[in-house]
């Protein structure tokens, strides 16, 4: 059988050298079917992905030999096991980040977004953060809480259980006094003392 000397590139359709296609076991020339520079693009575009389908622009940017782009800070990692290039995300991160600002911008959502909060920072169950959230006066005097910013979730800073939802001023008071009773009880005293003087 006569050996070949030329080779057509299945990728750019250009006839080259044989020696411009790398070696390949199991091709019956021998061969690779792309070129060299073939490959080594198609390679980089697989590194690079696809670009956002919203703005067009690449999602990530090439990726060193040996190193791996990080899913969850998106920058390059020598040590992360999760491999982008396994799971690519069809938009970038500027734009998915405008995506989840409007989607989180509903109502429905930034209830959920509470919600989840709640959960998340004071270790309670789902129902809990709920019965949280649907209370819309303060415990300890009452004021009504309008907006998601008057609502604070009081908790014991000892064991980190949850007593209860105060106001700011009067969440902010129990921090100051450091949940001190005694102290609480002697404030009370002094202003009992001196309640000729209010609104003086």
Request: hydrophobic share 30%.
């Amino acid at each position: 059988m006569e050996k070949l000397l030329t080779k057509c590139c299945t990728r750019c359709q250009t006839t080259k050298p044989m020696f411009d296609f790398s070696g390949h076991p199991n091709m019956s020339d021998g061969r690779q079917s792309q070129c060299k520079d073939c490959f080594a693009e198609r390679a980089r575009l697989k590194r690079v992905g696809k670009p956002c389908i919203s703005c067009g622009n690449p999602k990530e940017v090439g990726v060193p030999k040996g190193a791996k782009l990080c899913i969850r800070c998106s920058e390059v990692c020598f040590e992360c096991k999760v491999n982008p290039r396994e799971k690519q995300h069809r938009l970038c991160k500027s734009c998915s980040a405008k995506r989840d600002k409007v989607r989180n911008a509903t109502p429905e959502r930034k209830v959920q977004i509470r919600i989840s909060k709640i959960m998340s920072k004071y270790k309670v169950s789902k129902n809990v953060a709920i019965q949280l959230f649907e209370i819309k006066n303060c415990e300890a005097c009452g004021k009504s809480l309008v907006r998601a910013g008057d609502t604070h979730v009081d908790h014991c800073h000892d064991t980190g259980k949850v007593r209860g939802v105060l106001c700011f001023n009067c969440n902010a008071a129990l921090g100051h006094l450091k949940d001190d009773l005694m102290r609480l009880r002697l404030l009370n005293t002094y202003l009992t003392k001196h309640q000729e003087c209010n609104g003086a």
